[in-house]
Every structure is written in structure tokens, then in C-alpha cells.
């Protein structure tokens, strides 16, 4: 069963950064495209950023150029560094494959950014 935890959350100012981290058990990332969503409080969860198992990466446009998605194979962990925090990205982030049926949902982790 595959297990996803995230962390790495907290409360920023406007303009500040964090890393969020996923670490993976259950299964071996090394072959699978990952992503970020997050899901803002009355909103839809939203893509934020994916990975290809290569490393490639593709962002959402609301993130572009201040978010980068990252990944370490050998430790089964995606990261996202979040620099430039808005009060926009203020929401709980998830991470998981980007596939038609989901792996089972973390906790997530809260991303709160004062103004």
C-alpha cells in the first residue's frame, strides 16, 4: 500500500519561502511522474507542479518562476521549494502521481502566508 507523507509546512510572511518534502513508502518513485497540488479552504484541490521521472518539470502558471519541484530517487522524496509566498498560496499541499486514479491522500501539509 503506498503511503505518502508530507511536510514541511508553516507559517511564512508575505515573500518568504519554505520547502515542502513527500516522502514515499510502498513504492519506488524512481519510475513515476509525481506531483504538488494544494487545496485552498472553500476551493478545489489544483495542480501546482509536476516531475517526470527524469526530472523534468512543468508548473501551473499562478507558481511559475517562484516555485521549483525537485526530486531525490534514492531517498523516494519529492520536494517543493516555494520562494516569493503570497497570501494566493495559502493552502494545505498534497502530493501524489499524476494519474487517473489516485494513490491514497496524505495528510498534507499547511502553507499559511501573513501579510
Known amino acids: 500500500q503506498v503511503q505518502l507523507v508530507e511536510s514541511g509546512g508553516g507559517l511564512v510572511p508575505a515573500g518568504g519561502s519554505l520547502r515542502l518534502s513527500c516522502v514515499a513508502s510502498g513504492i519506488r518513485l524512481s519510475t513515476k511522474p509525481m506531483a504538488w497540488y494544494r487545496q485552498a479552504p472553500g476551493k478545489q484541490r489544483e495542480l501546482v507542479a509536476i516531475i517526470t521521472p527524469f526530472g523534468a518539470p512543468n508548473y501551473a502558471d499562478s507558481v511559475k518562476g517562484r516555485f521549483t519541484i525537485s526530486r531525490d530517487n534514492a531517498k523516494n522524496t519529492v520536494y517543493l521549494q516555494m520562494n516569493s509566498l503570497k497570501s494566493e498560496d495559502i493552502a494545505v499541499y498534497y502530493c501524489?502521481?499524476?494519474?487517473?486514479?489516485?494513490?491514497?491522500w496524505g495528510q498534507g501539509t499547511q502553507v499559511t502566508v501573513s501579510s
Open positions: 501524489n502521481a499524476p494519474i487517473a486514479v489516485p494513490w491514497k
